[in-house]
């Protein structure tokens, strides 16, 4: 039952992304500059009257970073990446927040810092 989570909830927040980049070598590898598009889904706590609610956003970003493939010889690699970017969907701003605000996606500006990229190529 949706009323009996008020009282040991947690805010859910989930965002999809979908990244289009142009590297400026001639391969996956090095730098890049790109563009996306996010999909994201809040849950919380209103701030006015404390009741549970939800909001789903669509935005557009861009964001420039690099990648090193092939670490050790394998097939994993690191990157890291900066992007920024504006919620054009949706409502901004109308969950409570006990912590300060600027990394969450409740605002019309949002931004990306990924120092800690790991991934693996298929």
């Given at each position: 039952d949706?009323?009996?989570r008020t009282?040991?909830?947690?805010?859910?927040?989930?965002n999809v992304?979908?990244h289009l980049r142009?590297?400026?070598?001639?391969?996956?590898e090095g730098?890049?500059?790109g563009v996306?598009?996010?999909?994201?889904?809040?849950?919380g706590?209103?701030k006015?009257?404390?009741?549970?609610?939800?909001?789903?956003?669509f935005g557009?970003?861009?964001e420039f970073?690099f990648?090193i493939?092939?670490?050790?010889?394998s097939?994993l690699?690191?990157g890291?990446?900066f992007?920024?970017?504006k919620y054009?969907g949706g409502?901004?701003?109308?969950f409570e927040h006990n912590?300060?605000?600027?990394?969450?996606?409740d605002?019309?500006?949002?931004i990306?810092?990924?120092?800690?990229?790991?991934g693996?190529?298929?």
């Amino acid at each position: 039952d949706y009323e009996d989570r008020t009282h040991s909830y947690d805010e859910v927040d989930l965002n999809v992304d979908i990244h289009l980049r142009k590297y400026l070598s001639s391969n996956i590898e090095g730098a890049y500059l790109g563009v996306f598009g996010r999909y994201t889904y809040l849950e919380g706590k209103l701030k006015d009257d404390y009741r549970l609610a939800n909001v789903h956003k669509f935005g557009i970003g861009g964001e420039f970073g690099f990648r090193i493939m092939r670490i050790g010889g394998s097939r994993l690699y690191w990157g890291m990446s900066f992007g920024v970017g504006k919620y054009f969907g949706g409502n901004n701003g109308v969950f409570e927040h006990n912590y300060p605000a600027m990394f969450m996606d409740d605002r019309v500006y949002f931004i990306d810092i990924e120092v800690l990229k790991l991934g693996y190529e298929f």
